[in-house]
């Protein structure tokens, strides 16, 4: 990560597990860091982080870009990946927002 990348995404690490006591962070799905529950597809992953020059991406359930297009119109996307300007701040409320849908949409799956 380039020099002051992990500044501008500390806030990102453990924002997808305030409220959804039992995820654990693991490092597992194409060797990147993310979160996960047992017992779920995918190793039970629903929320991903990597560094691709030059942006900050979060990876999710694909459903969740596709629900949430108009948020993320200033964003690159592709099925499953939104790709956050490393030069900027990653915007916290957006990524919990989306994180959540991604392990609802990973709950509502299996259900």
Do not use: N
């Amino acid at each position: 990560m380039p020099e002051g990348g992990a500044r501008k995404v500390e806030g990102d690490q453990g924002c997808d597990t305030g409220g959804r006591p039992g995820s654990t962070e693991t490092v597992s799905y194409f060797q990147i860091p993310g979160y996960s529950y047992e017992g779920y597809d995918y190793h039970g992953m629903f929320a991903w982080f990597s560094f691709k020059k030059p942006d900050v991406r979060l990876h999710l359930r694909p459903p969740v870009i596709e629900g949430h297009k108009r948020e993320l119109a200033g964003y690159a996307t592709t099925k499953a990946i939104v790709s956050f300007p490393a030069e900027k701040e990653v915007p916290i409320a957006l990524v919990k927002k989306l994180v959540k849908a991604s392990l609802k949409t990973m709950k509502d799956k299996s259900g």
